[in-house]
C-alpha cells in the first residue's frame, strides 16, 4: 500500500515519535487486534472490560482505555469541569459554575499543555519564573479552581514544587490532580509507583509501551474514573445525554491492543530488550568502524531527548562539525527508504529502539555511505 500510495518507506532511528507512527505493536498484540477486527462486540461493554483489567494490572483502584494522552488530557480536563452531572457534561466546553481553572505550575509549561483548554478549562499559572508551595497552595485554593496538571516528567525541576507535595497541597485544598506521566512506564517499578500515587488521573501514552499511536490509560481513583467514563465517546448513541467525549473515540483494534500492550510490556524481558538494541547499535557501530573521519560511541538516549551514558540504545557519530553532520542528515532523508536520526551540533544520533533487525542492515549500509560522501 505504501508503494500504490507513493509514501516511502522510514527506517526510523529516532524512536517513539508520533509523526513516525508511535510503535510497532509486538505480534501477539498484533494478533490480539486481528482478534478483535473480526468480531464484534458492543464497545462500551469491551472498554470496560479492557479498563478493569488494566487497572487490574496495575494495582490501581481503576483506569480507562482512552485514545491517546492528548485526548486523556482533554477528556479528565473536562471531567474536573463537569463531574458525573450529564447536564454540565452536556453544555462543555461551556462551564456555567464559573469554577473553570486547572493550575500549572510555571516552569511545567510544556507542549501538551495546550490541550487542556479545549476540555473548557483555563490554564492558571502558578508563580513567574519559579513557583514556591505557598505560591501552589494559593492558586489551588482559588475558589474557581478545579484541579492542577502536573506534567511528571518534570518533577524536580529547579523551581518546582515536587510531585508528592503537590499532591498534598492540592488533597489539602479538596482539589484533583491530573499527573501526565506519557512516557514515564519504565522503568516498570516507576510506573506502577505513578500509576498508583493518590493522584485522581494519572496519564499513560500506549505508544511508549509498544501499544497504538492512538492509545493510552488512564489510571486513578473509582470516583474520578467513573466521572471521565460518565463523559467518553461510549453510549453516545444510546444514553440520554450528549457525551463531550464523542469525537475522542476508538475501535475495537485499538482498545484490546492497548490493553494486550500493556500486558505484554508488564511481563516482558526488559533485561533482553535492552540487549538486543545494544547488538544493533554494535552492528552499526561495526558498518562504521574503518572510517577515521567520525567518532563513534555507544550511548543512551532518553525520553527527554537527551545523549547519556547508560543501558545503550542509540549510536552517536560525531562528524567533527555541525555542518558535516547536517549535510549526512540531509543524506539520509532522502535516501529510500529513508533513515531518520537525531542531530546534536556535530553529532548524529541513531536511536535503535524501533529499528527492525533486518532495517539495522540497511541503516548500516546507508550510514556509511553517507559519511563517506558528506
Ligand atoms: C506523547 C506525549 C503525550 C501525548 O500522547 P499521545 O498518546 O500521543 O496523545 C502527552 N504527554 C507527553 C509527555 C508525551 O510525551
Known sequence: MYEKLGVRRVINGRGVYTDLGGSSLEPDVWAAATEA?????????LIDAASARAAKLLHTDAARVVPGASAALVLTGAALLAG????????????????????????????????????GAHLRVAGTAATSADELHSALKERDTVGQCFPAHLDGTVSTVPLETALELASQSGKATIVDAAFLCYP???????????????????????????????FGSADAIAALTALDFTRFESSDYLRFGRAFKMDRAQVVATVAALENWLSMDHAARFASYAGRVGALGAALSQDKSIVI???????????????????T????????????????AKTDPALLVHIRGGTIVVDVENMGDDESHVAARLLSEAVGVS
Open 37 to 45: 477486527n473480526s468480531a464484534y462486540a458492543s464497545v462500551p461493554e
Open 84 to 119: 458525573s452531572d450529564p447536564k454540565a457534561i452536556e453544555l462543555l466546553p461551556s462551564v456555567t459554575s464559573g469554577r473553570r481553572a486547572i493550575v500549572i505550575q510555571a516552569r511545567h509549561r510544556y507542549k501538551y499543555d495546550h490541550l487542556l483548554p479545549l476540555s
Open 188 to 218: 516498570i517499578g516507576r510506573m506502577r509507583e505513578l500509576a498508583t500515587s493518590n493522584a485522581e488521573y494519572v496519564i499513560f501514552s500506549a505508544k511508549y509501551f509498544g501499544g497504538p499511536n492512538a492509545g493510552g490509560i488512564v
Open 297 to 315: 560511541s555507544q550511548k543512551h538516549f532518553t525520553m527527554d531527548e537527551e545523549v547519556v551514558e547508560g543501558a545503550v540504545n542509540c549510536l
Open 317 to 332: 557519530i560525531d562528524t567533527g562539525s555541525p555542518d558535516r553532520a547536517a549535510r549526512i542528515e540531509a543524506y539520509l
